[in-house]
């Protein structure tokens, strides 16, 4: 539980953050709240010969509400998203969703950059960010540039930000009316991290669901949308058996896992059933 | 304490523990606090393969980079004994294989320790061992106790063929045999009782210090039993006089067993100490405490219940697979014979049974006594298979229960299985209340409602009885069944001149309370100020010898010692008042802290005016020695049984297969209480660890001997919210067995809880025809059983 010597520096700018990952290259690391990085330092899983504490930029902690979008900083922690007022009235959701992650520690500490940057498959946010089709901004050597939610997680813990970069916000929608969105998660009971983890997105429109977007984490190397059962509820009414339908038909393209929390089978089977309940709870808001 | 309180009897009060105000604010001096001057740090390097030949070790880089002072490998240890299995129960005969201090030329378990590096600081040690060389030759493993001892199993150790360590039977097998054979019903499952890592919050170590003038050592260690430590170490471990070692047990962060044991880090600290002359701390950090500290339980039984359509129950018949591990912790063999065993047939009059248990070494961590040690094992077996056969007859399992319990007027009880007898209970009685505060006819009534609109409620029933303060030694201390040494404990009791009373004990609390307790018992017995009264123990300098805390036997045994020595106390006292009252001896009497001649209590000596008298000594009776002090060591004359009825309410969600703990009701029957706030934190405590092992706790081992659930990110320690609140109460029948009627409440809530919560899972799932299912009841377990029984049917 001890790990292997490291160099420390603390940036106070998104620039200069930039330009030590620029100096060390592929022995450096960005550190933010620390809660999957330094596990995997104390296990000895990563042993990076440098550290670029980016906890104390400023400008990565900033939640701002600009028109219908919310803007949250890389570093704001779980706790400042799940407590923040713009985002509790705007995409109650998301407040929920890292009102759930693990215990008061580490939402006192992690970050949602972090989170997203580290992609584990067992994440809560990835299914978020998948079902509200968030958008991941990042900033590099080269300039800004930003990432499409659909485009982010690419394998287990790999996603399109490339080594140099540094993630400095996340662009959320705020939901409107007839929009609702929910999430439903089996925890693993040692870690709370999710087993299969389902975020649902709907907008109707008169008694029709217009849109549909599901986001399924947990079950596989990686954070997916469900496009099957997402077309089975769109121009549905969105009663039970349309969304009875709808769960039915999730769960298809997704590589599970199988470990002692979980098997692949039974993965698989609550991919349906929660999803199933994060589309009744999605609908009751939009209704609402 | 204020004085207006001391005219009341403290014993039955619910007294705020004394040990609280320091612990809570910070205070508490845990062994990772200590720093002597000087101090190394040690890191030791774990084999990563579960079973492999050493072929060969490197240290030389590792003992040249900056700030080692030393690397040390099992060749340099091989004037150290290997650490010494003190329980041979069960008839272990030339197979004994305890583990060396560092592994010498084949390891067998992930974890087994191979080199040893001493450094300034502990971040230099840790970086040392990864510069160690070690090459391995992979060996077969195995880690499932029953495969272990079956044809063509890869083999741990050459003088134990079939890795069998021993073969342990009690009761009559040829009735057994034949109450099966000729039973109405006969129930039978295979029931595991799945490994478990008892995670103190607090992980283990040891410092030690060598004095070469004197050649003395002195051990801090986190230790439940320091003076069977300081014994086995010297006398066994090192070969040394047993005065040359003094070990001292700082606050304890939690025990549960596994801090009873003779671990290598007190021997390989105290070796190099010796060796580079400066004093070594090696304190565990989590992985390690998972990979090398003792695990508990693990065992895969194979049980058949007899009985008749009228609820009867006529026989049982018991097979076990007792998963040891590696090598042989200090008491481990005792675990699953005398400690399980022996109590099989829990709370029931069974007239034949029968159990065979075979102790097998696998290439995992050490087994060990675990909160509860041996007897959850067996209360869960039996309590499961009432349940079962309740189910199988269709007739209420709380009746079926009434139907088998040994009544009040059984007692004292021989169940047969070579106990002493069970000294006092009426089980009715607990479950009866128990049913009272549950609201049990309501329940059946809810349930049924539930069930038609496709909720499933399940109610479960655990009646328990056990073994605490196992003694006399003259039992437990015979060679072949015990430790071949006593169970009794001591205590010193003096009065000082100035009245305080000073009580030095060999029990002592690593989380329970004793300094409270037996502050408690001294206070008003001898009627004094509680506040005058410092209990004083953990240190082998300084208090009498004991065998240490564990199996709940500090009460009932260290503290009728105490108690004992009250008494003794008591009777010099009235000896020295009736010479300062110039009275007849026989004529005095003691009562609430003075001493006077019956019928004339306005004529009184106080306890201080007499502690003073014997202190100052120039007036006493013609040939007594000076001084108010006394000592016993008590040895009981049988172990306490106490007992009770735990009911759990669930709730199943079929499709998740979550089970939702929605009720906890706890009727404990510990005999006469002391604190009841003290008996109350014990069985919540206990009730916690037993809900974990029916619903979260596994540890697993993968087919390589790897510890999958090798942290807290996998192990699946509950927290609060993932427990219920919990409703006490009790009864209470006085133990017959020492004189103040206690039992011990240490162990019980986790001896009662796992099957409490299973019996009322499947009882929920019962609409589904789950008829059993194995610990712990996850989601996915759940969601399997219902749909195999659906699959079934
Ligand atoms: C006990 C425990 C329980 C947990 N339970 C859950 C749970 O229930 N659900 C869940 O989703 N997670 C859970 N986690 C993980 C937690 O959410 C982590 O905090 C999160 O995954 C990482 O965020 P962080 O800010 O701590 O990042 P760090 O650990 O500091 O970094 C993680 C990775 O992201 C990179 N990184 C960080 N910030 C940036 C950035 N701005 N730009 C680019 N790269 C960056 C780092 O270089 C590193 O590779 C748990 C963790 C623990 C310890």
Known sequence: ?288 | MTAEAMSTKLVGQAIKRREDPRLITGQGTFLDDIKLPGMTHACVLRSPYAHAKIKSIDTSKAKAHPGVVAVFTGEDMLDLNPLPCAWQAGRVKNNVNTPRVLAVGEVHFAGDPVALVIAEDRYIARDACDLIEVEYEPLPVVVDAKKATEPGAPQLHENAPNNIVMEWEAGDKAKADAAIAAAEVVVREQIINQRLLPTPMETRGAIARYEPATDEFTLWTTSQAPHVLRLLLTAFVFGIPETKLRVISPDIGGGFGQKIFCYNDAAFTMWAARKIGRPVKFVEDRSENYKYSTHGRDHITDVELAGNRDGTITGLRVTTYANLGAYLSTIAPGIPTTLYGRIITGAYRIPAAYVKVYGVYTNTAMVDAYRGAGRPEASYLIERMVDRFAAEIGMDPAEVRRKNFIPPDAFPYDNGLGLLPYDSGNYEAALNKALEIVGYADFRKEQAEARKQGRYLGLGISSYVEICGVAPSKWIGLPGEGWGAGLWESANVRVHLTGKVVVTTGSLPHGQGVETTFAQIVADELGVPYDDVVIEHSDTLGTPFGYGTYGSRSLAVGGTAVYRSVAKIKEKAKKIAAHMLEANPDDMVYENGRVYVKGSPDRAKTLGEIALQASVAYDLPEGMEPFLDETSYYDPPNCTFPFGTHIAIVEVDPDTGIVDLKRYVAVDDCGNVINPMIVDGQIHGGIAQGIAQALYERAVYDENGQLVTGTLMDYAVPAAHMLPPYETARTVTPSPVNPMGVKGAGEAGTIASAQAVMNAVIDALAPFGVKHMQMPATPENVWKAIRAAQSAS
């Open chain 1, 1 to 288: 539980m001890i790990p292997a010597p490291f160099q420390y520096f603390a940036p106070k700018t998104v620039n200069e953050a930039i330009g030590l990952l620029q100096q060390h290259g592929d022995d450096a690391k960005l550190l933010a709240g620390g809660h999957s990085l330094l596990p995997a330092l104390k296990l000895r899983l990563a042993q990076p010969a440098v550290l670029i504490d980016i906890s104390r930029v400023a400008e990565l902690k900033s939640i701002t509400s600009e028109g219908d979008r919310l803007v949250i900083g890389a570093g704001a922690t779980y706790r400042e998203i799940a407590t923040n007022e713009a985002v509790r009235s705007g995409c109650l959701v998301l407040a929920e969703c890292v009102g759930q992650i693990g215990d008061i520690q580490v939402r006192n500490r992690g970050t949602i950059g972090g989170s997203l940057a580290h992609a584990d498959p067992a994440a809560d946010l990835p299914a978020v960010v998948l079902a509200l089709g968030a958008t991941i901004n990042v900033m590099g050597p080269n300039g800004a540039r930003s990432i499409a939610a659909d485009d982010m997680f690419v394998a287990m813990m790999t996603t399109a930000i490339s080594p140099g970069e540094v993630m400095t916000s996340v662009t959320f929608p705020i939901l409107g009316k007839g929009e609702g969105a929910a999430y439903a998660k089996l925890r693993q009971p040692a870690s709370r991290y999710a087993i299969v983890g389902v975020a649902a997105y709907v907008k109707l429109d008169g008694g029709t669901v217009a849109a549909c977007r599901i986001g399924v984490t947990g079950a596989g190397a990686v954070a997916v949308r469900q496009p099957a059962a997402e077309a089975a509820l769109v121009g549905t009414s969105g009663d039970d058996a349309a969304v009875a339908a709808a769960a039915n038909a999730a769960g298809d393209g997704i590589d599970y896992l199988g470990d002692i929390h979980a098997s692949a089978e039974y993965r698989q089977a609550m991919v349906k059933v929660y999803t199933r309940r994060a589309l009744t709870e999605a609908l009751r808001r939009a209704r609402a």
